[in-house]
């Protein structure tokens, strides 16, 4: 291998050469998706809600290649060497557990077509339980390989249908299909505006980098993951609403005069009027970019979604919070938690030529908390899942 290839040629390389030393043969091709980062929206998927996702550049790739034994075999290069291995007509809901589940859904999902059987080894730079769709990024990556390879007549939405039955059906955790959906359908330099009830979709333009601009990530290093009580309690709850109010879903709620019906019940009036909120905050954003006004004047919106999660939908932690109030004081125009909650990660709208010193505020205000040191990382909205080799 040579030093000139282009990061996705040296990432293809390296799954190819794991996957043929791991399993004797060569793949059949390597296929990446990526995480994602909310730029607004959050929680409003499952609601019938608008949400704004972009592609992080960190990707998941799979080295996939089709067997003759019909066995399953699943290995990954962050995994302790081991291959999950079974045969593909013992797939079921928790067999196989674990990492291994999610790839093995979506094989599930189109097990009539590999009777034959299948081997996959995956390799990340996706941070894992960071609020960044590490596990979409993983589904979406294995579903976009078994499109090329057993099922070229679907569509990428139906690929987003696939990967999401593989986390909500198989794997227990009940996502929406924001996470699917911007990894299969962002392009670069764009955000994906998303109606996740018309399942219709806009690419707005989102180039930061001409704009002196930033989205930074910042780590926390509170893990969490969505098959856990808390992510599920919300969905709950929020579907408690909107039975109480007799709307179909949240969405369907127009602004918080609305929620009347809830004011005697405090938890669900909360849960509620986040998912109002935050619906009108991401047509808010997407009208701002639209218009092509200057990008800074988003950033008083993503606060106040930071402000709602916390108040409202109660899922911020106190390194979160920490992360925002730390880089608003340090300059940023805006910040907010992204992701499921209860840990994870902080997106910060920040002028370039300040991007180092708020990331450096939020590793003192970190240090003196006593917290984890934080990892940070600048986005680029990048390109939705492809095949690199």
Known sequence: MTSDLTDDQAAAHRAREAFTQRYDAAPEGVWAAPGRVNVIGEHTDYNDGYVLPVALPHTTRAAVGRRTDGRLALASLQGAGEVVELAVDELAPGRPGGWAGYPAGVVHGLRDRLAGGISVLVDTDVPVGAGLSSSAALTCSVALALHDLVAPELSRTDLVDLARRSENDFVGAPTGILDQSASLLCTAGHALFLDTRELRTEQVPLDLTASGLELLVVDTGTS?????????DRRRECEQAAARLGVPALRDVADVSGLAALEHDDVLLRRARHIVTENARVLQVVGILRDADDPRA??????????????DFQISTVELDACV?????????????????????????VDRDRAGAVAEAVRDRFAREGYAEPRTFDVVPSPGARRLA
């Open 224 to 232: 969490h993951t969505h098959a856990d009580g808390g992510y599920g």
């Open 298 to 311: 988003i950033g008083p919106v993503l606060t106040e979604g930071h402000v709602s999660l916390r108040d």
């Open 325 to 349: 109030d730390a880089a608003l004081e340090s300059g940023a125009h805006g910040a907010r938690m992204v992701g499921g909650g209860f840990g994870g990660s902080v997106v910060v709208l």
